[in-house]
């Protein structure tokens, strides 16, 4: 099986915990694509479910297949959210962000009863950290809050190149307007400790550490599908 076909499999699990009636967290990147043309066939079919994206690009697509949408502003309080990850470590915590929306996605998650994450295999690690750490920052004083996030991680005996997000040329820009740092600070033993590091700083807006917020993950390997269950 290649990626693209784990990456469906891993949605197609996850569809199973959808019910009729339910106000979905919808996520953003390849995978969680996966789930949004699914999720498309079953509402053809008559799922009636309403989803709040946790992006443009999702959103995009979400219309583009005829999947209802809602904001956080009318759904503030959301039943399931389904996302990808970069990184899925054995407690459940993530790397999320490698697709710029990382900020959205942790609002939409937090407004949720649960958050199941899907992945391939590829994903697993045993500790975090091999993936750059995708940090969304204030455009105002950039290199003062790059500077910054490398002085915190230094207190925490990280360290490594923490570099701006481009894209075309350009600096990346966020849906929320922001830039994204990318920390690639190697393996993260204590990531609540680099998590609170992180927050101190004034410029950081977040970061893609999710702590407690995923529930289950459905990990798609070759020789099958694995759920993990947070403890
Ligand atoms: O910002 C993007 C998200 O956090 C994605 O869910 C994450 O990067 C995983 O994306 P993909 O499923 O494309 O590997």
Known sequence: MDARQLKVEAARAALAYVGSGMRLGIGTGTTAEE??????????TGLDVVGVPTSERTAALCRELGVPLSTLEDTPELDLTVDGADEVDPDLTLIKGGGGALLREKIVAAASERMIVIADK??????????????????????????????AAATLGLSGPVTLRMTGGQPFVTDGGHFILDA?????????????????????????LFI?????????????????HAA
């Not at 995708?134 to 290199?143: A, D, M, S, T, Y």
């Not at 070759?222 to 759920?227: K, P, Q, W």
């Open 184 to 208: 690639s600070f190697g393996r993260i033993p204590d990531t609540r400790a680099l998590s609170n590091a992180l927050f101190a700083i004034p410029g950081v807006v977040e970061h893609g």
């Open 122 to 151: 590829s994903k697993l690690v045993e500790t975090l950290g091999r993936f750059p750490l995708p940090i969304e920052v204030n455009k105002f004083g950039l290199r003062a809050t790059e500077i910054a996030i490398g002085a």
């Open 35 to 44: 789930f949004v043309r699914l999720l498309a066939e079953k509402v053809a």
């Open 212 to 228: 407690g917020l995923a529930s289950t993950a459905i990990i798609a390997g070759g020789d099958g599908i694995e759920t993990v």
